[in-house]
């Protein structure tokens, strides 16, 4: 699976964003989607991931309530909307695909996207 994330940009400290991320492939709903990020200077860390069906999400625990993420299996994308951002959450955005159900790690998805900037304004 090929995926293509946007939505990326400067925004204000308190501001939303959503980013998008496309999948190409007719296999879309058979993998778990994670959304993570790389601030500059430091290591990726996980944000969020979201089952094959949509019905289970997981969060790391800064973004749990501000962070929302979800899927429309129909149009093989997956969203990450972003409310009451702040400047820590400054970052190159991924989204990623993994077999796997229930991980975390970075190292269990196999497919990611090209990274979408988020710059937030203090």
């Known amino acids: 699976v090929q995926l293509q994330a946007s939505g990326g940009g400067l925004v204000q400290a308190g501001g939303s964003l959503r980013l998008s991320c496309a999948a190409s492939g007719r296999t879309f709903s058979s993998y778990t989607l994670g959304w993570f990020r790389q601030a500059p200077g430091k290591e990726r860390e996980f944000v969020a991931r979201?089952?094959?069906?949509?019905?289970?999400?997981y969060y790391t625990d800064s973004m749990k309530g501000r962070f929302t993420i979800s899927r429309d299996n129909a149009k093989n994308t997956v969203y990450l909307q972003m409310n009451s951002l702040k400047a820590e959450d400054t970052a190159v955005y991924y989204c990623a695909a993994s077999v796997y159900l229930g991980r975390s790690d970075s190292r269990a998805y196999d497919y990611w996207g090209q990274g979408t900037l988020v710059t937030v304004s203090s």
């Open positions: 979201i089952s094959r069906n949509g019905s289970g999400t």
